[in-house]
């Protein structure tokens, strides 16, 4: 794992009534807010964005969605997980660490909970072009 990146997977009922998705390992704790983010088509690249002290959770509510973690401090740790709304998980990404993703699925839907507020996170923003770091498949889309 990549400076403590977690994985809290989740679950799927699905009965008569219709689907129900959780994680229930995940408890908000530290959240100070969340947004969600759609792109305009699948294979679109999100890319890079990073905080040395914000961290953040990603769930994938609707499609899916490979997830790109590169190390600030020694760009050459990268990971990349898949999530899915098919396979429910929360992915825990620590601070000092960049972060990007690419849909897989049209009208994939992604919900980011942040512990920073959008103040501490203003200074604490840290940005570099997809280009650098191509690890994900420009082709796919």
């Given at each position: 794992m990549n400076d403590g990146c977690k994985i809290l997977n989740g679950g799927l009922?699905?009965?008569?009534?219709?689907?129900?998705?959780f994680v229930n390992d995940f408890n908000f704790e530290g959240?100070?807010?969340?947004y969600q983010?759609?792109?305009?088509e699948r294979g679109f690249i999100r890319a890079w964005h990073g905080h040395k002290?914000?961290?953040?959770?990603?769930?994938?509510?609707?499609?899916?969605a490979w997830i790109g973690v590169i190390n600030m401090d020694n760009p050459s740790r990268v990971e990349k997980f898949v999530l899915s709304a098919k396979s429910p998980k929360v992915?825990?990404?620590?601070?000092?660490n960049y972060n990007?993703?690419?849909?897989?699925?049209?009208?994939t839907i992604l919900f980011f909970f942040s512990t920073s507020s959008i103040e501490e996170s203003k200074g604490d923003d840290y940005r570099e072009?997809?280009?650098?770091?191509p690890i994900f498949n420009k082709e796919y889309r």
């Amino acid at each position: 794992m990549n400076d403590g990146c977690k994985i809290l997977n989740g679950g799927l009922f699905v009965d008569d009534r219709g689907t129900l998705r959780f994680v229930n390992d995940f408890n908000f704790e530290g959240v100070k807010r969340f947004y969600q983010v759609e792109n305009h088509e699948r294979g679109f690249i999100r890319a890079w964005h990073g905080h040395k002290k914000e961290g953040k959770y990603v769930y994938v509510a609707k499609g899916s969605a490979w997830i790109g973690v590169i190390n600030m401090d020694n760009p050459s740790r990268v990971e990349k997980f898949v999530l899915s709304a098919k396979s429910p998980k929360v992915l825990f990404i620590p601070s000092g660490n960049y972060n990007g993703f690419q849909t897989l699925e049209e009208d994939t839907i992604l919900f980011f909970f942040s512990t920073s507020s959008i103040e501490e996170s203003k200074g604490d923003d840290y940005r570099e072009p997809y280009e650098k770091y191509p690890i994900f498949n420009k082709e796919y889309r």
